[in-house]
């Protein structure tokens, strides 16, 4: 099985009752739907915990930006290059949010940013597949976000404020990613023999790794059962994962696409499509930084960070001059 690389301590699921008296206290107010916010005491395993992920989440959205901006310069019209322009932004916004929420934690941003360029943490396994044609700008949009919002939605109601907080705004903005995605694949679908097949071309490519992000089975997923314990997590892989397709297979039936699954079936017994096995030997390989992008998105992402310094050290010279003149001002 796959082994974390973050050690965030917890073994196994502890009861109420062998907590100790503060862990107890702490899993009352969690069962008690209280917010937990910076300040209150928490374990160090639940901080640790939301560090991976929310640090994570943060990565991906950044690192989310490189395919789809990949496309800014040859979008096809001047009204799909400003949406297009305008969605990449929305990432890197909610970058900005989630390492906002997880600094409230104690963690330094150079620490976060320094973790993912050296490999120690991850971001999500989706941005490692490339964008080969303009269709796949489309294919992101619904599918990608489509299950970002699945995930994100109950994330809103997590026991974190800070994290439940920025999730409201991210989702809304989702939202619109969806739409315009699907908006996109209508109009391919819709244009000519050529077009319609760029989208169902890209639909091929995208379906399993859209499907492989909402992570392991339950059974194999090492961090759920303290995760929803302590409600940083609500809904579990396999059912957002279930959630996504039931929703996802009557829109590409609207769109006239087909999914690549040979298996899919509704169920009518259990109110849900089957579908194939999931190829997870894909899912760890490009976890593991194996995948058709891994080297060049970090690359991309070590590049810009290094270009960036001098940015950096403007602003902070800047914030400086403008604290000491605040400072002799108030003296
Ligand atoms: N990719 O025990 P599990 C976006 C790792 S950005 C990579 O189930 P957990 C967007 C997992 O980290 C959307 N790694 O873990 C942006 C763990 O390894 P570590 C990103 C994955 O945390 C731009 C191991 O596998 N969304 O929407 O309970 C443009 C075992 O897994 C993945 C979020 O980050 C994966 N897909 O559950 C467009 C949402 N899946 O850490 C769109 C917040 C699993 O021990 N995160 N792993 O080394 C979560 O909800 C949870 O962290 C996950 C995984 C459901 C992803």
């Known amino acids: 099985m796959y082994a974390q690389l973050v050690d965030t301590g917890v073994q196994r699921v502890a009861a109420l009752e062998e907590l100790p008296p503060e862990e107890r206290a702490f899993q009352e107010r969690i069962d008690a739907d209280v917010k937990i916010e910076p300040k209150d005491p928490m374990p160090e395993a639940y901080r640790r915990t939301l560090i991976r992920q929310i640090s994570q989440h943060a990565h991906s959205e950044i690192v989310g930006m490189l395919p789809e901006g990949n496309w800014i310069t040859r979008a096809p019209t001047l009204k799909r290059k400003a949406i297009l322009i305008a969605k990449v932004q929305d990432e890197a916004g909610h970058g900005l949010y989630l390492y906002s929420a997880a600094e409230t934690l104690g963690v330094s941003r150079d620490t976060m940013i320094d973790d993912l360029h050296t490999g120690k943490v991850k971001y999500s396994s989706i941005f490692n597949y490339p964008t080969l044609t303009w269709a796949d700008v489309g294919a992101i949009g619904w599918l990608v976000d489509g299950a970002a919002i699945m995930n994100q939605i109950p994330i809103c109601r997590c026991s974190y404020g800070p994290y439940a907080r920025a999730m409201v705004r991210i989702c ?158 108030a003296a």
């Open 172 to 329: 809304k903005e989702e939202s619109f990613h969806q739409r315009q995605g699907f908006d996109l694949m209508l109009a391919l679908c819709r244009g000519t023999p050529e077009q319609k097949r760029m989208a169902q071309d890209a639909l091929n490519r995208w379906w399993w790794p859209a499907v492989m992000m909402f992570g392991p089975p339950d059974a194999e997923s090492v961090h759920s059962a303290q995760s929803m314990r302590w409600k940083i997590k609500l809904v579990s892989n396999d059912d957002l994962r279930q959630k996504f397709i039931d929703q996802t297979v009557p829109q590409a039936e609207y769109l006239g696409l087909t999914i690549p699954d040979p298996q899919l079936r509704w169920n009518e017994e259990r109110g849900h499509y089957d579908i194939g096995p999931i190829d997870w030997d894909e899912f760890y390989n490009v976890i593991k930084g194996n995948g058709p992008c891994n080297r060049e998105r970090l690359q991309a992402r070590k590049t810009a960070w290094e270009e960036g310094a001098w940015v950096r050290e403007a602003a902070a010279a800047h914030a400086e001059k403008q604290a000491a003149r605040c400072a002799k001002a």
